[in-house]
């Protein structure tokens, strides 16, 4: 089994170098930023993929709150064949389902590639750990609740 570290590692390590200038700032650090909107629509779709009720409803009423439409947040679960989602909405979505349909084997070049012209390295790096932190949330909690669509494949 391959461990999170090193998947990771592998991740970090395919990324190209310099490909944009980072937004690191000598004072401060690096200060990446990610829309809250982008990360919200990432987390909902997650939580569409995982089944789990409570965070549908909990991301969609966060969304709906900030101005997203009832449209788009429909179309979400078919957001490939969407013309309603923009090419950065869409390579964070599917980095998203590439990092969380199988975890266990290195992210696809295609995944990585489809999001270097929208994000920094910094922002990808933001963006995988995102999305890891809330996969393994949901495998962690996947017990803890009754309010599961359809259980994790590995049960």
Same mark, same amino acid.
Not at 25 to 39: I, R
């Given at each position: 089994?391959?461990? =999170?570290?090193?998947?990771? *590692?592998?991740?970090?390590?395919?990324?190209?170098?310099?490909?944009?200038?980072?937004?690191?700032?000598?004072?401060?650090?690096?200060?990446?930023?990610?829309?809250?909107?982008?990360?919200?629509?990432?987390?909902?779709?997650?939580?569409?993929?995982?089944?789990?009720?409570?965070?549908?409803? !909990?991301?969609?009423? !966060?969304? !709906?709150?900030?101005?997203? *439409?009832?449209?788009?947040?429909? $179309? &979400?679960? $078919?957001?490939?064949?969407?013309?309603?989602?923009?090419?950065?909405? =869409?390579?964070?979505?599917?980095?998203?389902?590439?990092?969380?349909?199988?975890?266990?084997?290195?992210?696809?070049?295609?995944?990585? &590639?489809?999001?270097?012209? +929208?994000? *920094?390295?910094?922002?990808?790096? &933001?963006?995988?750990?995102?999305?890891?932190?809330?996969?393994?949330?949901?495998?962690?909690? *996947? +017990?803890?609740?009754?309010?599961?669509?359809?259980?994790?494949?590995?049960?």
């Amino acid at each position: 089994m391959i461990s =999170k570290q090193a998947r990771f *590692t592998t991740f970090a390590s395919s990324l190209p170098r310099n490909r944009r200038k980072s937004n690191y700032n000598p004072v401060t650090g690096f200060t990446p930023y990610l829309d809250a909107g982008l990360l919200d629509l990432v987390r909902l779709r997650l939580a569409q993929i995982h089944g789990c009720k409570r965070s549908i409803a !909990k991301y969609t009423n !966060k969304l !709906k709150a900030k101005g997203e *439409t009832a449209e788009r947040l429909q $179309r &979400l679960m $078919r957001w490939r064949r969407e013309e309603v989602f923009s090419l950065k909405e =869409k390579a964070a979505l599917n980095l998203a389902e590439a990092l969380c349909h199988n975890p266990l084997s290195p992210v696809s070049n295609t995944a990585i &590639l489809a999001a270097i012209p +929208f994000f *920094t390295e910094e922002e990808i790096i &933001l963006l995988a750990l995102e999305i890891v932190a809330i996969t393994d949330r949901h495998y962690l909690k *996947t +017990f803890q609740h009754d309010d599961m669509i359809s259980r994790p494949p590995h049960e």
